[in-house]
């Protein structure tokens, strides 16, 4: 599976901005999908991710209630719609995949907030 993200870009605080990760392969809506980002200077952490149908959602503290996860099987496309940009929200973004055991990461979009 490769994942390819876009979306990313250099917005200002309040802002919004969605995010897509198109995925390769046949087996899509098998995986759980989610996103994860980095900043600089800190570790990789969990975002948000999405069941296999789009029916269960998680998301972390800093992002619930401004952030959504969205899936579309068809298109083998995952999306985050990113609302409410705070500078803190700075971060490379990474698609994931995974099923079981087995993971797969994009190579990340970048994200910038200006305050």
């Known amino acids: 599976v490769q994942l390819v993200e876009s979306g990313g870009g250099l917005v200002q605080a309040g802002g919004s901005l969605r995010l897509s990760c198109a995925a390769s392969g046949r087996t899509f809506s098998s995986y759980v999908m989610g996103w994860f980002r980095q900043a600089p200077g800190k570790e990789r952490e969990f975002v948000a991710n999405i069941n296999w149908s789009g029916e269960t959602s998680y998301f972390s503290d800093s992002v619930k209630g401004r952030f959504t996860i969205s899936r579309d099987n068809a298109k083998n496309t995952v999306y985050l719609q990113m609302n409410s940009l705070k500078p803190e929200d700075t971060a490379v973004y990474y698609c994931?995949?995974?099923?079981?055991?087995?993971?797969?990461w994009g190579r990340g979009t970048q994200v910038t907030v200006s305050s």
């Open positions: 994931k995949a995974q099923t079981g055991g087995i993971y797969y």
